[in-house]
C-alpha cells in the first residue's frame, strides 16, 4: 500500500529537549515535505527537499532541521523544542517533473511543547 | 498581500443536496488548484486538480471550477452523503520567478446532515 508513515503519532516533551519526528514514503517520490498546522494559521511549510541531499527552507523554518539522506526518508529535527512549536506537524511527499502532482500526506504528528 | 481565501463560516447542508466551496486568490500567476479533505487529526488526502486552462473537472459527485479572471475555484460536491462530512482545503500552485510555490487556504468545514 502507497503510504507516507510518521512516528511518533503523539509526543509531548519539555521545553529545550531534542527530538525527533520520522517520515518515510514507500512510492519512491522526489519531493517531500514537511508542514505545521496551527488553528486560524492553516498548513504552513517547514522545509522541503525535491531530492536526495536536497533541503531547502519553506515559509517557517526556525527551530527546525531537516536531512535527506535517503530517498525515502525525511526526519524533522527540533535540536531545543519551545511551546511556539507545539503543533500538528504533516510530512508529504510527491512526484516531480513537469506536471502537476498531488501530494500525499502522513497520518500526523501532535506535538506538545511544556 | 498575496492569499488564497475560502469560507471561514462553516457549510451546514441537508443530505442530498449540492455543497458549493469558494476559493479566492489575489496576486497569483496560478499554475494549478487543487483540491484535498481533511478529517479532522488526520493528514489532507487529494481529491482533484485543476490547471489554469481549464475550466471545469469532474470525479464521480464531484466538480471544480477555475475561472481566472474572477481569480475564484468552485468545488461543488452533488448528491451529498453525511460521510462527505469533512474540511475541504484549496491549495494553489503560483509562479513566482523561477520557482513555483504552493500556498494553502484555511479550509472550510461541510457538515452533511441526514
Known amino acids: 500500500e502507497a503510504q507516507v508513515t510518521q512516528n511518533p503519532r503523539y509526543l509531548i516533551t519539555v521545553t529545550g529537549k531534542k527530538l525527533t519526528v520520522t517520515c518515510s514514503q514507500n512510492?519512491?517520490?522526489?519531493?517531500m515535505s514537511w508542514y505545521r498546522q496551527d488553528p486560524g494559521l492553516g498548513l504552513r511549510q517547514i522545509y522541503y527537499s525535491m531530492n536526495v541531499e536536497v533541503t531547502d527552507k519553506g515559509d517557517v523554518p526556525e527551530g527546525y532541521k531537516v536531512s535527506r539522506k535517503e530517498k525515502r526518508n525525511f526526519p524533522l529535527i527540533l535540536e531545543s523544542p519551545s511551546p511556539n512549536q507545539t503543533s500538528l506537524y504533516f510530512c508529504a511527499s510527491s512526484l516531480v517533473g513537469q506536471g502537476p502532482y498531488e501530494q500525499y500526506f502522513g497520518p500526523g504528528t501532535r506535538l506538545t511543547v511544556t | 498581500s498575496q492569499k488564497i481565501e475560502q469560507n471561514s463560516e462553516a457549510l451546514n447542508i441537508q443530505e442530498g443536496k449540492t455543497a458549493t466551496l469558494t476559493c479566492n486568490y489575489t496576486?497569483?500567476?496560478?499554475?494549478?488548484l487543487q483540491w484535498y479533505r481533511q478529517d479532522p487529526g488526520r493528514g489532507p488526502v487529494f481529491l482533484l486538480l485543476i490547471r489554469e486552462n481549464e475550466k471545469e473537472k469532474r470525479k464521480e459527485r464531484l466538480k471544480v471550477t477555475f475561472d481566472t479572471t474572477l481569480k475564484q475555484s468552485l468545488f461543488h460536491i452533488t448528491a451529498s452523503q453525511p460521510a462527505d462530512s469533512a474540511t475541504y482545503l484549496c491549495a494553489l500552485r503560483y509562479n513566482a520567478g523561477n520557482n513555483r510555490k504552493l500556498i494553502w487556504g484555511l479550509g472550510t468545514s461541510l457538515a452533511v446532515n441526514p
Open positions: 496576486n497569483y500567476s496560478p499554475a494549478y
Open positions: 512510492m519512491n517520490h522526489e519531493y
